[in-house]
């Protein structure tokens, strides 16, 4: 149960858990925490999900435990209501510590949180089939009509101006200045390729600031490996709360968009590879129009299209500006992942840029399919 860097025996022993663990293995994909399952010894009794939570990146995290709590609770409401039976199962279960707080601070100054861990789930990098995408759209649909009526005034920013795209390019600009490891010179064209386009880009955020659509409670990080999957690909649990704060639709909708469609992975290096699958975008919006029917505005549709077109270009953005900054935010595998990830999710905008006015065509259908 020792590993290296972290002493997971105090860290455990915590946290109110039923049972006795008996394995530790590291678990997912995420570029931001580290996380584990923890294995009980009898399979009655649950496994748990353990996080470390990234404090470089969140620098109010009671805050931001307090926001998951918030949310979770307000899903459980929606999902007793609705009297469904595994409500432990289709949303995350914070698991209090022996103290009754929803974390623990080790003496290295690591925040910690346990969740029941999902069993028999899966969560994909890369999409497959049609009713996969449709899941993922009814998900993350589901999950905002869910949040729809929550009180927007109770959710702290756990990172201010998340998906700000004025903001996200200062930075970038400031990291081109900086330059502290000499790399502007090998990403001219991408950086060409930004400039470029960052006019069109704050359409979004222009319409939001100038009043024409509403701020809503988002998700956020909606890319798809952050749903959870049954056996039969049904879509169970929207995990990944972190976020979860104010922010315009489209930008969930674009972020989900940019996972489901690309016929690779976010950071394949073969740029060839980089195609956008135009059923599973039909399938996702889809699901996603008809969960959220009756809520979005007609401006918020007249939106969703050029969210599938932000969003892989403030990904990039965010990427490459990591990349400028000496990799200082992103878990990287390698010494130029951060480029490379950024290099894929300009392809992959390139390819989206190409079918836009198909795009648009498929969004107003299905609109108009579930007005
Ligand atoms: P990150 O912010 O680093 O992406 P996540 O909260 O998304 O962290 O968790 C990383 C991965 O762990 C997920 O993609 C998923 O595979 C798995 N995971 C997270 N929470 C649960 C859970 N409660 N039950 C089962 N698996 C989970
Ligand atoms: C991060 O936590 P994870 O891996 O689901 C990032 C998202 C990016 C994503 C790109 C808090 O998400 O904003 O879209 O990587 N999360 C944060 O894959 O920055
Ligand atoms: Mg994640």
Same mark, same amino acid.
């Given at each position: 149960? +020792?590993?290296?860097?972290?002493?997971?025996?105090?860290?455990?022993?915590?946290?109110?858990?039923d049972?006795?663990?008996?394995?530790?293995?590291?678990?997912?994909?995420?570029?931001?925490?580290?996380?584990?399952?923890?294995?009980?010894?009898?399979?009655?009794?649950?496994d748990?999900?353990?996080?470390?939570?990234?404090?470089?990146?969140?620098?109010?995290?009671?805050?931001?435990?307090?926001?998951?709590?918030?949310v979770?609770?307000?899903?459980?409401?929606?999902?007793?209501?609705?009297?469904?039976?595994?409500?432990?199962?289709?949303?995350?279960?914070?698991?209090?510590?022996?103290?009754?707080?929803?974390y623990?601070?080790?003496?290295?100054?690591n925040?910690?949180?346990?969740?029941?861990?999902?069993?028999?789930t899966i969560?994909?990098?890369?999409?497959?089939?049609?009713?996969?995408?449709?899941?993922?759209?009814?998900?993350?649909?589901?999950?905002?009509?869910?949040?729809?009526?929550?009180?927007?005034?109770?959710?702290?920013?756990?990172?201010?101006?998340?998906h700000?795209?004025?903001?996200?390019?200062?930075?970038?600009?400031?990291?081109?200045?900086?330059?502290?490891?000499?790399?502007?010179?090998?990403?001219?064209?991408?950086?060409?390729?930004?400039?470029?386009?960052?006019?069109?880009?704050?359409?979004?955020?222009?319409?939001?600031?100038?009043?024409?659509?509403?701020?809503?409670?988002? +998700?956020?990080?909606?890319?798809?490996?952050?749903?959870?999957?049954?056996?039969?690909?049904?879509?169970?649990?929207?995990?990944?709360?972190?976020?979860?704060?104010?922010g315009?639709?489209?930008?969930?909708?674009?972020?989900?968009?940019r996972?489901?469609?690309?016929?690779?992975?976010?950071?394949?290096?073969?740029?060839?590879?980089?195609?956008?699958?135009? +059923?599973?975008?039909?399938?996702?919006?889809?699901?996603?129009?008809?969960?959220?029917?009756?809520?979005?505005?007609?401006?918020?549709?007249?939106?969703?299209?050029?969210?599938?077109?932000?969003?892989?270009?403030?990904?990039?953005?965010r990427?490459?500006?990591?990349?400028?900054?000496?990799?200082?935010?992103?878990?990287?595998?390698?010494p130029?992942?951060?480029?490379?990830?950024?290099?894929?999710?300009?392809?992959?905008?390139?390819?989206?840029?190409?079918?836009?006015?198909?795009?648009?065509?498929?969004?107003?259908?299905?609109?108009?399919?579930?007005?």
């Open positions: 149960m +020792h590993n290296t860097k972290y002493n997971f025996k105090e860290v455990i022993s915590r946290f109110k858990l049972g006795k663990i008996r394995d530790i293995q590291p678990c997912g994909s995420g570029h931001i925490h580290d996380t584990f399952r923890l294995q009980n010894t009898s399979n009655l009794k649950p748990y999900l353990l996080q470390c939570v990234n404090h470089n990146i969140f620098a109010d995290i009671p805050a931001l435990m307090e926001n998951i709590q918030y979770t609770e307000h899903i459980r409401k929606k999902l007793e209501a609705q009297r469904v039976a595994d409500k432990f199962r289709r949303v995350l279960t914070l698991i209090p510590t022996k103290d009754n707080k929803m623990f601070k080790d003496t290295e100054g925040f910690w949180r346990i969740y029941y861990f999902i069993k028999e969560s994909y990098d890369i999409v497959t089939t049609w009713q996969q995408a449709n899941e993922g759209g009814r998900a993350f649909g589901q999950f905002q009509r869910w949040l729809s009526d929550f009180d927007p005034g109770i959710l702290k920013d756990t990172i201010p101006d998340f700000n795209i004025e903001k996200r390019y200062k930075k970038f600009a400031d990291a081109i200045i900086a330059d502290p490891l000499g790399r502007v010179k090998e990403v001219e064209s991408e950086i060409e390729f930004i400039k470029y386009r960052i006019n069109i880009m704050g359409t979004i955020l222009r319409t939001g600031e100038a009043g024409k659509i509403p701020l809503r409670i988002t +998700h956020n990080d909606t890319k798809f490996n952050n749903v959870l999957l049954d056996e039969n690909d049904r879509a169970l649990c929207v995990i990944d709360l972190d976020t979860v704060m104010p315009y639709i489209a930008y969930d909708y674009g972020d989900s968009i996972t489901i469609v690309n016929t690779a992975a976010e950071d394949e290096k073969d740029l060839q590879k980089i195609d956008i699958n135009i +059923h599973f975008f039909k399938a996702f919006t889809l699901g996603f129009i008809k969960e959220t029917k009756g809520l979005l505005t007609k401006e918020e549709i007249e939106l969703l299209p050029m969210g599938a077109l932000l969003l892989p270009y403030i990904m990039g953005l990427f490459l500006t990591d990349y400028l900054a000496g990799d200082v935010y992103y878990k990287i595998h390698s130029d992942h951060n480029l490379q990830r950024s290099r894929a999710q300009f392809q992959l905008l390139r390819r989206l840029e190409a079918v836009y006015s198909t795009l648009k065509e498929i969004v107003f259908d299905a609109a108009e399919k579930y007005k």
